[in-house]
């Protein structure tokens, strides 16, 4: 045997063996490192929500849940009154009395009648007051945008005492002004009253709508609109056509927005009741009612109870209507 076939033994044997795996451990630690990577990423995407999540769940979950806890239990008093209240546990009554009290559902029907009037009407508004300032140019766009969303920066308690004055039937204007064309008005009247409190919640919510909608139609493509015209197409058919179908999300959101809102109405009536106590019952809209229930009567487990109900119609309503109206845009 020559020595160089010895020395190409070990060679010829090392062929023989087992290969050696391919070392992980490189791969796993780059992954390892990976996966640390996304983690952090996450968790500073999350860090980036925590203050939202945090004002959530103090603002809104925990009295939610202070309020559904309060409404399982009821304050009875011993001794015909004279003695110590009792705070006892009395399961769903308070529910049971919430569902089958026809001056909530009264109070709801209201609203839900006002809403199916108001909103619509309003929406119709700012749809076409974002069309009109999306067709228009320079300087202007800024001063009538700022215009429009000054009500909306009024806080509403304000905003109806200054429409209060104006419907005054002494000394607001809108009732002269009526009486100089022949029109007796008196906007607290029971014929007028949904009137006057719906020209006041449009004027308020009409520019924040308003800036939802433009918002949305400031991104389409304006390509659209250049191809639109060389076909022959009116400004007119360009919104229908055009401009409506791509802002319909956003017309939902300010659709979904109201209805919460409507159903929680509170100030304006309130205010409204000053001057027209014999219209605007302390049970006027459900809000109201619960408002009467904990600090004019004193059952605030009853008022608990209506407040859960009334959150459940608000979330079931708000989800009817993103289904009924939130499609695949086409």
Known sequence: MSKQTVRDRPADLSSHRPARAPRKEPVARNRKRGLSWNRARGLKGFLF????????????????????????YSERKSGAGLGGAVTEFVGADNFVRGIADPVFWDSMLRVTIFALVQIPLMLILSLVMAL?????????????????????????????????????????????????????????SPDLLFLSIGNLLTWC????????????????????????????????RIALSIKVPFVRSALVLTGMLSI???????????????????????????????????????????????????????????????????????
């Open 49 to 72: 929500t925590a203050p939202f999540f945090a004002g959530f769940l103090a603002v809104f979950a925990l009295p939610f849940i202070y309020a559904l806890v309060q409404s399982f």
């Open 205 to 236: 919510g009409i520019g924040f709508n308003m800036l939802i909608i433009y918002s949305s139609l400031r991104s389409v493509p304006r390509e659209l609109f250049e191809a639109a015209r060389l076909d022959g197409a009116s400004e007119l």
């Open 260 to 330: 919460i809102g409507m159903l929680q109405i509170f100030n304006e009536p309130l205010i409204f009741r000053v001057s027209s106590p014999e219209t605007v019952s302390s049970n006027f809209t459900p809000i109201m009612m619960i408002f009467n229930q904990a600090f004019t009567a004193g059952n605030y487990n009853y008022a608990a109870a209506l407040s859960v109900i009334l959150a459940i119609v608000v979330g079931a309503a708000s989800a009817l209507f993103y289904k009924l109206t939130n499609r695949p845009q086409a």
């Open 132 to 188: 009109l300032l999306d067709a228009m140019h320079g300087r202007k766009v800024a001063f009538f945008r700022m215009g429009l969303l000054i009500p909306y920066m009024i806080p509403g308690i304000v905003a109806a005492l200054i429409w209060l004055y104006l419907y005054s039937p002494r000394l607001g204007p809108l009732t002269q002004a009526g009486e100089a064309l022949g029109a007796d008005l008196n906007f607290f």
